[in-house]
C-alpha cells in the first residue's frame, strides 16, 4: 500500500561520482518534486513536474538532471557529486490544483565522502 | 517569490502544556496554508491545513489560526504528550501555474516528562 517509494533509502558515494534516485508514486497523482533537506532540516524544492512536464527548476546546479518517464515516476540524477550534495533527498506529489495535500516519500539519505 | 519565516527554531514544552508555533508570509497572494510534522528519520506529514477563506480550523489536540491582514497563521499544540516531539514545518502556496509550497524553517518541539 505505498504511497510515495523511493530507492534507494541510504547511498553513500565517493566524491566525483554519478548516482540516481529513483521515485514512484501509485496515487495517481499527476505533479511530483524533489526535494533537498540538509543537515538544519530546512526543506528545499529543486524541481517539479507536472504531467512529465517540467514546471519548477530553481536554482539547482546543472549536476542535477530529474527525468520523468511517465506521470509515477520522478527520477534524479546527479553528476559529479560533491561533499556538499549530501542530504536527505525527498520526493513528493500530488494532485495538481490548489487544495491537495502533497505526500512525501520516505526519503534518501546521501552521504558523499 | 514567497518567504516563509517560522518561530520559533526550537521549543521545550512540559508534557501536558500548550505548545505555540508562527509563522509569517511574504506573498498576499498566498491562500493554502498546510502544517508538517517530521519525525526523527522519517518523512514530512501533513497533520493540519487551512486556506485562506477561514480564520480558524481545529483538529483534535491540534488548531491553526491565519490573519490574512497581518499574513500571519499559527500552530497551537493542546495537552502536549510525548509522541509531539518533531520537527514542525509551515508552509505557504499561492494559486499559480507551478503550486509550489514553501516552506518555513521549522520548529524542533521537544516534549519532556
Known amino acids: 500500500d505505498t504511497a510515495v517509494s523511493q530507492t534507494p533509502k541510504y547511498l553513500v558515494t565517493q566524491m566525483g561520482n554519478d548516482k540516481s534516485i529513483k521515485c514512484e508514486q501509485n496515487?495517481?497523482?499527476?505533479?511530483m518534486y524533489w526535494y533537498k533537506q540538509d543537515s538544519k532540516k530546512f526543506l528545499k524544492i529543486m524541481f517539479s513536474?507536472?504531467?512529465?512536464?517540467?514546471?519548477i527548476n530553481e536554482t539547482v546546479p546543472n549536476r542535477f538532471s530529474p527525468k520523468s518517464p511517465d506521470k509515477a515516476h520522478l527520477n534524479l540524477h546527479i553528476n559529479s557529486l560533491e561533499l556538499g550534495d549530501s542530504a536527505v533527498y525527498f520526493c513528493?506529489?500530488?494532485?495538481?490544483?490548489?487544495?491537495?495535500?502533497?505526500?512525501f516519500g520516505p526519503g534518501t539519505r546521501l552521504t558523499v565522502t | 517569490g514567497e518567504n516563509v519565516e517560522q518561530h520559533p527554531s526550537t521549543l521545550s514544552v512540559q508534557e501536558g502544556d500548550s505548545a505555540v508555533i508562527k509563522c509569517t508570509y511574504s506573498?498576499?497572494?498566498?491562500?493554502?496554508f498546510p502544517w508538517y510534522k517530521q519525525e526523527l528519520g522519517k518523512r514530512p506529514q501533513l497533520i493540519i491545513d487551512?486556506?485562506?477563506?477561514?480564520g480558524e480550523k481545529k483538529d483534535q489536540r491540534i488548531a491553526v489560526t491565519l490573519n490574512k491582514t497581518a499574513k500571519h497563521f499559527s500552530l497551537h499544540i493542546t495537552e502536549t504528550q510525548p509522541e509531539d516531539s518533531a520537527v514542525y514545518f509551515c508552509?505557504?502556496?499561492?494559486?499559480?501555474?507551478?503550486?509550489?509550497?514553501?516552506f518555513g524553517a521549522g520548529t524542533t518541539v521537544t516534549v519532556r516528562a
Open positions: 513528493a506529489s500530488r494532485v495538481s490544483g490548489s487544495n491537495y495535500e502533497q505526500y
Open positions: 496515487l495517481g497523482h499527476d505533479t
Open positions: 513536474y507536472n504531467n512529465k512536464e517540467l514546471i
Open positions: 506573498d498576499s497572494a498566498s491562500n493554502y
Open positions: 487551512i486556506r485562506s477563506n477561514v
Open positions: 508552509a505557504a502556496r499561492r494559486r499559480s501555474n507551478d503550486y509550489k509550497l514553501s
